[in-house]
């Protein structure tokens, strides 16, 4: 059987419908013989392929009394995989997510009481990890990477400026 299973968040991993259909057999036989049920409101199912010629068939998933509906992407256990194995979405939320925590820790950085190495440590733990937070499976294109470096790029050269401007202030020059 083709899953990933992590609590109740499962995924079948199939080549296309059929064996998602076979997948599902497999799995609701199990569930019941435990008492469990498929939950037919959060369950759907989405077909990886680079073709967009399945992209085209939309639709329902029908097996015996379930009816699952089609996505183009969907996320699990935080990240967001999509149909045409387009890691662009989840680049985007990655970066959305690590704007708003460079925003919070923004007084932080400007506090001259706080060493440069704190703060040094405190970006490389909580803004590169955000960053990087489930990057280390994906394929990233040039473009992915070119627009990772980019924003890596933006936060050292604020957290220098910031450096820069409490040095002057504390007379370090």
């Known amino acids: 059987m083709n899953?990933?299973?992590?609590?109740?968040?499962?995924?079948?991993?199939?080549?296309?419908?059929?064996?998602i259909r076979q997948l599902f057999v497999e799995m609701e036989s199990a569930a019941r013989k435990?008492?469990?049920?498929?939950n037919q409101e959060k369950t759907k199912y989405m077909i990886v392929e680079r073709k967009s010629i399945l992209r085209q068939t939309t639709g329902?998933?029908?097996?015996?009394?379930?009816?699952?509906?089609?996505?183009?992407n969907f996320k699990y256990l935080g990240v967001t995989l999509?149909?045409?194995?387009?890691?662009?979405?989840?680049?985007?939320?990655?970066?959305?997510?690590?704007?708003k925590t460079h925003f919070m820790l923004q007084k932080f950085f400007k506090n001259k009481n706080i060493?440069?190495?704190?703060?040094?440590?405190?970006?490389?733990t909580i803004i590169d990890k955000t960053l990087a937070y489930a990057l280390e499976t994906s394929t990233l294109?040039?473009?992915d990477r070119k627009q990772l470096n980019i924003f890596r790029g933006r936060c050292i050269e604020e957290f220098w400026a910031q450096y820069m401007i409490m040095k002057r202030k504390i007379g370090g020059y």
């Open 82 to 99: 999509q149909e045409d194995n387009n890691h662009q979405i989840h680049l985007q939320e990655r970066i959305k997510n690590v704007n």
């Open 34 to 38: 435990l008492g469990l049920q498929i």
């Open 141 to 143: 294109t040039k473009r």
């Open 115 to 124: 060493s440069k190495k704190l703060k040094l440590t405190l970006k490389n």
């Open 60 to 72: 329902h998933l029908k097996r015996k009394n379930y009816k699952f509906e089609r996505v183009e």
């Open 3 to 19: 899953v990933l299973a992590y609590a109740d968040d499962i995924v079948l991993l199939g080549k296309n419908e059929i064996e």
